[in-house]
């Protein structure tokens, strides 16, 4: 079954304004990863939490992660139209020492100038 | 640039045609992935290599052959293939494959079309 899914599918919202975005796991984790991929384009990683820290900031990006709910958000705060982009949470599998990242279907949010 | 590059950026083939990707890294890495994208579902991971060696192979059927000459070079093989492996193919490379740094780095991609 599938990892990480993102909720909601797809974000529609205007330039400033916030955006948040859901993503949850089933199994345990080392890490969760947020990328970023322009359309056609790829991934581009943008932070990584672990599995002991609750929050991280990066610029505008704010990441939580709740183990107990196995979730994590993304929140990008006074979003740009160059934020519109598709955005996948990835987790890694403690156990799993070959590298495999687990990959949601993503968020595709769409900012409006 | 993510220092990860790849090549060819677009590629038609016909179903009985035997092409390659390539993919280089130039981060000093140690791990190397390929990966498929299809419209509308997940990335799915197709390879892992590691100091050259593969790790992991996703049920990927043969008409996709790996090879891994080093740790800076990937090849993604392509013979015989069928119209469902129109997508794009990507590559990534990460320092180590375990742990709590394995963040991976991404080339631009190789839309693949199959005709």
Known sequence: SQQGEEDPQAL?????????????????????????????????????????????HSGRLRVTLDT?????????????????????????????????LIFGQ???????? | ??????????????????????CEQHLGHNAMYWYKQSAKKPLELMFVYNFKEQT??????????????????LFLHLHTLQPEDSALYLCASSQQTSGKNNEQFFGPGTRLTVL
């Open chain 1, 12 to 56: 529609s919202i205007q330039e400033g304004e916030n955006a948040t975005m859901n993503c949850s796991y089933k199994t345990s984790i080392n890490n969760l990863q947020w990328y970023r991929q322009n359309s056609g384009r790829g991934l581009v990683h943008l932070i990584l939490i672990r599995s002991n820290e609750r929050e991280k």
């Open chain 1, 68 to 100: 107990s709910k196995k979730s994590s958000s993304l929140l990008i705060t006074a979003s740009r139209a160059a934020d519109t982009a598709s955005y996948f949470c990835a987790t890694a599998d403690p156990y799993n020492q070959g590298g495999k």
């Open chain 1, 106 to 113: 993503g968020t595709e949010l769409s900012v409006k100038p």
């Open chain 2, 1 to 22: 640039e993510t220092g990860v590059t790849q090549t060819p950026r677009h590629l038609v083939m016909g179903m009985t045609n035997k092409k390659s990707l390539k």
């Open chain 2, 56 to 73: 992991e192979n996703n049920s990927v059927p043969s008409r996709f052959s790996p090879e891994c000459p080093n740790s800076s070079h």
